[in-house]
């Protein structure tokens, strides 16, 4: 099985990537752009920057080597690939913005893919009924729950000032940091903390302010140890349905089904 990934947002490609080739052999290979990648450049994954034209043609191009196409939030990509390759199966998988209040308008995106994943729940919100939730995979071998610091840390994201009152309200002392803490830095960025305050801002909207709606960064605090504060409280524990190994399963049995799913001729 092959499978090519287009974007890699939260590195939430990389991980299901390395579990799927770990557990299943599936070979693969990323495409993502390093404007989109603040925290650093990384061997497994293949960058491409390219003007957005020429990009398009290479990734139509590159297209026609695999199995399967799993493609993350770059929805205007879709109808392109599948009228060129109508029997190639496409994955479409959103995270947030991509679609958050936008299902309506990008109809004419979505309808063209075989399998239709979002990374948080909230996002079913307008979603067609075929659509479905699949946890967002945190590898616990590179977040090992172990000894953590004291205080809070809140990552930038345009909600400061609500970060500083839950603080206060919690009796936590507060560091505030940049988000484009490079990735070989994170682990140990967060062990010196004993909570952090996930919470963003985004066109508008507060987000990973409730239970049971958790951010990338977020997942991987709570499997180091740290505790999460929310508006509607203070929450430990990892979930483990994000642990990698379990979304890699789920994961593999869409692609079996996409690719065991009849053809028209």
Known sequence: MRVLHIWDPAFIASTLCRELKKAFNVDYRIIFR?????????????????PKYILGMRLL????????IHLHSKDEFLPYVKKLFPNKPVLLHYHGTDI??????????????????????????????????????????D??????????VHFRYGCDDIAKELAKKNGLELTILPRNIPR?????????????????????????????QYSVLELEALSLGLSTVKIDGIYSGFPIEHDSSKVGKQIFRIYKQLLEKPRVN
Do not use: M
């Open 34 to 50: 390093h404007s989109e990648s603040p925290w650093g450049s990384f061997d497994d994954i293949t960058y491409w920057d390219y």
């Open 61 to 68: 191009l590159e297209t026609r080597k695999y199995d399967l």
């Open 100 to 141: 958050r209040d936008h299902w309506y308008e990008k109809r004419n995106r979505w309808s063209h893919a075989d399998y239709i994943i979002v990374s948080t729940i909230d996002l079913l919100d307008g979603a067609p009924s075929n659509a479905r939730w699949l946890p967002n995979p945190i590898n616990r071998q």
């Open 143 to 152: 977040f090992p729950n172990g000894p953590i610091g004291h205080g809070c």
């Open 184 to 212: 070989s830095e994170i682990v140990n960025t967060l062990r010196k903390f004993s909570h952090i305050i996930p919470l963003k801002i985004s066109h508008g909207k507060l987000l990973s302010d409730s239970k049971n």
